[in-house]
C-alpha cells in the first residue's frame, strides 16, 4: 500500500495498489447490498417490536421515513459490519445466511453507539440529515438508542442454542469495549495532551472491538471453535483500528458533501483524533505552535465563534507538523496486521479474497 498527500480536503486516504489476484475480481458493492439485503428484513423486523414512538425514531435513524414519517430511501450507512458478518459465517464453511442474527445484532450495536455519540458529540448532521437528537429531541435518542442495545441481545439470545450464547458473550464483551472507549474519547477533550498509545487504545475500544465482533460472530454462529473466531478477530480489530485512522483523517480534511459532516468536524469538537496526537508528540516548530494554539482553545471562551481560518490555520499546523502523514501510514500499517491474521485461518479462498477486499475498501473509502 502506498500513502499520498496532496494538502488539500477531501483528497487524500491511504490507497492501495492494485497487484493481479483474486481480490481483483471481488465486486464490494455487491458484498456490501448482500450483506445489507440479507439484514435489512430482520432488521426491521426487530425494530417493529419497539413501543411507540421509539419504532418511529429508529426508523427515521436508519433512514427508512423521514422527519415527516413519510418513506425515504436514506443512507443508512456502509453496511460493512453485516458483509463482514456473513463472510465469517461462510469463513468457518457455514452458510452466509447463518451470520445474520450476528450482523443484525452488531449493526444494533453500532446504531446504539451513533445516537448515543450524535448527542454527546452535539453532531447535528449524519448521512447528509438532522440527528435524531435534533429532530425528535435528546429523550428519544437516548431511549432508542438504549432500545437497539437490549434488542440486539434479544436476537441473539431468541436463537436457544449454545452458538447463539457463545455469540451473545462476545458481542457483550465488544459493547463493553465500545462504551470503555466513547468514556476515553469524551474525557481527552478534556485533556491537553494524549499520548498515541492512548489514542490507539481508545480507538481500538470504541471502534476496533466492535469491527472484531462482526469477523468473528457469524463463525461463531456457524460452530467455528474459539481459535478460529479468535484469529476473526484479530483481523477485524486491526481493520477497525485501519478504520478509524482513515475516519480521523476525513474528519480534519474530508469533503463535507462526502461525509455529511461540518467542515473540520473533528476540529470543532477538540477531539484528540491520530493526526492531532501524532502532530503534538511530533515535536519542532508546527507542533509547538499547535500545542500553544490548542491550550489556549481549552481555556476560551469564543472557541464556538471560531472562523473557518481559524480552523484551517490548526489543521495545516497538524499537517505541518507530520500529523497527517503519521495517520495515513498507521492506516496502511493497521491494514497489514488484519491481512496477515487471515492468513492463519484456513478458509476457502474466495472468502479469504472477500475478506482482503473488504479491508482494501476500508482504508481507501472517501466518506
Known amino acids: 500500500m502506498t500513502v499520498s498527500s496532496t494538502g488539500t480536503r477531501g483528497e487524500t486516504v491511504p490507497t492501495v495498489p492494485s497487484a493481479k489476484s483474486a481480490v481483483d475480481t471481488v465486486d464490494v458493492a455487491a458484498l456490501l447490498e448482500r450483506g445489507r439485503a440479507l439484514s435489512t428484513p430482520v432488521l426491521r423486523t426487530a425494530v417493529d417490536r419497539l413501543a411507540a414512538p421509539m419504532d418511529t425514531v429508529a426508523a427515521y435513524h436508519f433512514g427508512w421515513i423521514d422527519a415527516q414519517g413519510n418513506p425515504a430511501d436514506g443512507d443508512g450507512g456502509k453496511a460493512v459490519r453485516p458483509a463482514l458478518a456473513l463472510l465469517s459465517a461462510e469463513a468457518a464453511g457455514a452458510k452466509p445466511e447463518v451470520g445474520i442474527p450476528g450482523a443484525v445484532a452488531v449493526e444494533l450495536v453500532h446504531n446504539f ?141 474530508g469533503d463535507p458533501d462526502a461525509t455529511g459532516k461540518q467542515t473540520w468536524s473533528d476540529l470543532r469538537q477538540r477531539k484528540k483524533s491520530l493526526p ?74 474466495q472468502v479469504r479474497a472477500q475478506l482482503t477486499a473488504l479491508a482494501d475498501f476500508v482504508v481507501v473509502r472517501k466518506r
Not at 119 to 142: C, F, N, S, Y
Not at 154 to 177: F, I, M, N, P, Q
Open 113 to 253: 453507539s451513533l445516537l448515543h455519540d450524535d448527542l454527546m458529540d452535539g453532531d447535528e448532521q449524519r448521512r447528509h440529515r438532522d440527528t435524531v437528537w435534533k429532530v425528535h429531541g435528546p429523550a428519544q435518542a437516548i431511549l432508542v438508542g438504549d432500545a437497539l442495545f437490549a434488542l440486539a441481545n434479544e436476537v441473539l439470545l431468541e436463537l436457544g442454542t449454545v452458538e447463539a450464547g457463545r455469540a451473545t458473550r462476545r458481542l457483550t464483551t465488544a459493547s463493553r469495549k465500545l462504551i470503555d472507549g466513547q468514556a476515553q474519547d469524551i474525557s481527552y477533550e478534556h485533556r491537553e495532551r494524549v499520548t498515541v498509545e492512548e489514542c490507539l487504545e481508545m480507538e481500538g475500544n470504541k471502534t476496533g472491538a466492535l469491527l472484531a465482533c462482526a469477523c468473528s460472530i457469524g463463525a461463531v454462529l456457524g460452530g467455528a471453535d474459539d481459535e478460529t473466531a479468535d484469529t476473526l478477530e484479530a483481523y477485524g480489530y486491526h481493520l477497525g483500528l485501519a478504520f478509524q485512522a482513515v475516519d480521523d483523517l476525513l474528519g480534519i480534511w
Open 276 to 349: 492531532v496526537v501524532a502532530a503534538l508528540a511530533a515535536g519542532g516548530p508546527a507542533s509547538e505552535r499547535l500545542g500553544e494554539l490548542l491550550a489556549a482553545d481549552a481555556k476560551s471562551n469564543d472557541f464556538d465563534t471560531f472562523s473557518e481560518e481559524e480552523f484551517a490555520t490548526r489543521a495545516a499546523l497538524i499537517e505541518e507538523a507530520g500529523g497527517r502523514e503519521w495517520t495515513s501510514q498507521e492506516a496502511r500499517r493497521q491494514h497489514t496486521v488484519a491481512i496477515e491474521a487471515l492468513s492463519r485461518v484456513d478458509m476457502p479462498e
